[in-house]
């Protein structure tokens, strides 16, 4: 089975898409499938990556991260991927690449599939401040319904998600398939040599936050629940690994609470070594997140042995389930400092909740979750009708 993967965001762009785009093909060949995926191109992809294809892009007004690929070229190299036989098209974000990837499948008559990796509901008034809350919801869920009526299934990566597509009275079949976590996630970091990096001492309480420093992200609460946290354990310190929009927000905010020198932002971290050995440095891993289709990087921190003190919303209830070892907190600073403060003050319950943690972690596999991925795929090809509604449309 050849599948052809469309994409507006891949590395050396760090977010949850493009690990879950790596993550999978990683283990899909094992399953069957051959994937080409068709991403931007950035000024510092390094080396060729076998099986991607990259399109010239222009930057994003307002966002120095990301990259929009040319609409023409973009074409051309879907062309160029379809010149071997495709059996499905799968598309990984809403923008360019949607269109074009359904463009695609139609001239190539096989289904088209798209995975709602962002809830862009709660997005919107982050990024279109003078735009309605009200209005901004109307138009995401207006949008969603539009270009899930030009796929044939949905790909929602946890089960609340797909919640939230049947509220918007989606009618493409849904089918929930996590991202999972790869073998290598689970070799030991070297917690000590990530202290002495930022020479800390090792009895110094290291909290730690890793993501995308974005509005979204909620991390404001977590400063401010640092903060409080603070009056019971005033050595405790806080890493943000992660880079984004809101850190110069934030750095402020840090300044403003008399905390720059404990709040420590250390940037985007190497995934092969440094990453590793950041969660196994930390007493405990928070995270607020309000907008999270699944929540990754709590299954990153809990392999790691990292315990969790987190919010459970949207995507983030499907992870922090009640064998997940995890300590689920309100999204209140008074009671999520409480709870970090249990964590950090009990050296018992750090290792009951990092033993938990990493079993529960183990029945992730990413192995286990590309071969469902692969069985959509196989089930999607074999749905009758879907050819001739295509190329009706």
Same mark, same amino acid.
């Given at each position: 089975?050849?599948?052809?993967?469309?994409?507006?965001?891949?590395?050396?762009?760090?977010?949850?898409?493009?690990?879950?785009?790596?993550?999978?093909?990683?283990?899909?060949?094992?399953?069957?499938?051959?994937?080409?995926?068709?991403?931007?191109?950035? $000024?510092?992809?390094?080396?060729?990556?076998?099986?991607?294809?990259?399109?010239?892009?222009?930057?994003?007004?307002?966002?120095?991260?990301?990259?929009?690929?040319?609409?023409?070229?973009?074409?051309?190299?879907?062309?160029?991927?379809?010149?071997?036989?495709?059996?499905?098209?799968?598309?990984?974000?809403?923008?360019?690449?949607?269109?074009?990837?359904?463009?695609?499948?139609?001239?190539?008559?096989?289904?088209?599939?798209?995975?709602?990796?962002?809830?862009? =509901?709660?997005?919107?008034?982050?990024?279109?401040?003078?735009?309605?809350?009200?209005?901004?919801?109307?138009?995401?869920?207006?949008?969603?319904?539009?270009?899930?009526?030009?796929?044939?299934?949905?790909?929602?990566?946890?089960?609340?998600?797909?919640?939230?597509?049947?509220?918007?009275?989606?009618?493409?079949?849904?089918?929930?398939?996590?991202?999972?976590?790869?073998?290598? +996630?689970?070799?030991?970091?070297?917690?000590?040599?990530?202290?002495?990096?930022? =020479?800390?001492?090792?009895?110094?309480?290291?909290?730690?936050?890793?993501?995308?420093?974005?509005?979204?992200?909620?991390? $404001?609460?977590?400063?401010?629940?640092?903060?409080?946290?603070?009056?019971?354990?005033?050595?405790?310190?806080?890493?943000?690994?992660? =880079?984004?929009?809101?850190?110069?927000?934030?750095?402020?905010?840090?300044?403003?609470?008399?905390?720059?020198?404990?709040?420590?932002?250390?940037?985007?971290?190497?995934?092969?070594?440094?990453? +590793?050995?950041?969660?196994?440095?930390?007493?405990?891993?928070?995270?607020?997140?309000?907008?999270?289709?699944?929540?990754?990087?709590?299954?990153?921190?809990?392999?790691?042995?990292?315990?969790?003190?987190?919010?459970?919303?949207?995507?983030?209830?499907?992870?922090?389930?009640?064998?997940?070892?995890?300590?689920? *907190?309100? =999204?209140?600073? $008074?009671?999520?400092?409480?709870?970090?403060?249990?964590?950090?003050?009990?050296?018992? @319950?750090?290792?009951?909740?990092?033993?938990?943690?990493?079993?529960?972690? $183990?029945?992730?596999?990413? @192995?286990?979750? *590309?071969?469902? @991925?692969?069985?959509?795929?196989?089930?999607?090809?074999?749905?009758?009708?879907?050819?001739?509604?295509?190329?009706?449309?």
């Amino acid at each position: 089975m050849r599948v052809l993967l469309v994409s507006d965001v891949y590395f050396p762009r760090v977010n949850g898409v493009s690990t879950s785009i790596a993550t999978f093909r990683a283990d899909l060949s094992a399953c069957g499938v051959e994937t080409t995926l068709v991403a931007p191109e950035y $000024e510092s992809a390094g080396a060729p990556e076998e099986g991607v294809i990259r399109v010239r892009s222009a930057g994003v007004p307002g966002d120095p991260e990301d990259r929009r690929m040319l609409w023409r070229p973009l074409l051309r190299a879907l062309d160029a991927a379809a010149c071997r036989p495709l059996d499905l098209v799968h598309i990984q974000t809403p923008f360019l690449a949607h269109y074009a990837g359904v463009r695609r499948a139609r001239a190539s008559r096989v289904p088209c599939l798209a995975t709602y990796h962002t809830f862009f =509901e709660e997005y919107l008034h982050h990024y279109a401040p003078l735009l309605p809350r009200v209005a901004g919801r109307t138009l995401a869920r207006s949008l969603t319904r539009s270009q899930c009526r030009q796929v044939d299934a949905l790909i929602a990566p946890s089960e609340p998600m797909r919640e939230v597509l049947e509220r918007y009275r989606v009618a493409a079949p849904i089918h929930v398939v996590p991202t999972g976590l790869p073998a290598d +996630r689970f070799v030991p970091g070297d917690g000590a040599r990530f202290r002495a990096l930022l =020479e800390l001492p090792a009895e110094r309480p290291l909290l730690l936050y890793v993501g995308r420093i974005a509005h979204e992200k909620n991390i $404001e609460f977590l400063v401010r629940s640092y903060a409080r946290a603070r009056v019971d354990v005033p050595q405790a310190v806080l890493v943000i690994a992660g =880079e984004g929009p809101a850190e110069s927000a934030l750095r402020r905010l840090t300044g403003a609470l008399g905390l720059e020198r404990d709040v420590r932002f250390v940037g985007y971290l190497d995934r092969e070594r440094t990453l +590793r050995d950041c969660y196994a440095a930390a007493h405990a891993f928070v995270f607020a997140s309000r907008t999270e289709t699944q929540g990754l990087v709590l299954l990153e921190a809990m392999a790691q042995g990292a315990p969790v003190v987190s919010t459970a919303v949207l995507g983030t209830r499907s992870i922090l389930k009640p064998e997940s070892g995890a300590l689920i *907190a309100p =999204e209140r600073v $008074e009671d999520f400092a409480a709870a970090v403060v249990r964590v950090l003050c009990s050296a018992e @319950l750090r290792r009951e909740m990092a033993a938990r943690s990493r079993a529960y972690a $183990e029945s992730w596999s990413s @192995l286990t979750m *590309a071969r469902r @991925l692969a069985d959509v795929y196989r089930a999607s090809m074999s749905a009758p009708g879907d050819t001739q509604s295509r190329a009706a449309a």
